[in-house]
């Protein structure tokens, strides 16, 4: 062998030193990038199953305030995990009478604020009596 093409292979292999290292770190990058997407997805996804859960209890609460299958006052409970309290009054104010029952239902989350949920609702119907 020449001395010229010893060097010439010495520097090859340099060159391949190099670009080993460089596809080594775009793969790790790319690695890196599908594990954070993916971490990002499962987030979102139980970000929105928080949310569901609290919703549905919210509206089961709301639809049996609602028909008077709950009591007025405050309420509180646990349901499917979530904590919860209501507080149902009267809607009328010193000026305004009204016969109609102001609802706020707090619905304790995981992920985020709390939900809360005001209305106005008719009043309670009356219940059947037992004579």
Known sequence: MTPL????????DGYLTIDALVALSITVLAVTAAVTLAANAVSRMAQARDRL???????DLYEQLYTGERPDGRQSGVTEGRSWTYVSSSAATDG???????LRIVVDRRFGPDLVIEAVVPPAPATASSS
């Open 53 to 59: 859960t609290a919703v549905r209890v919210a509206d």
């Open 96 to 102: 305004t009478p009204s016969v109609a029952r102001r």
């Open 5 to 12: 093409r010893c060097r010439a292979e010495r520097r090859r």
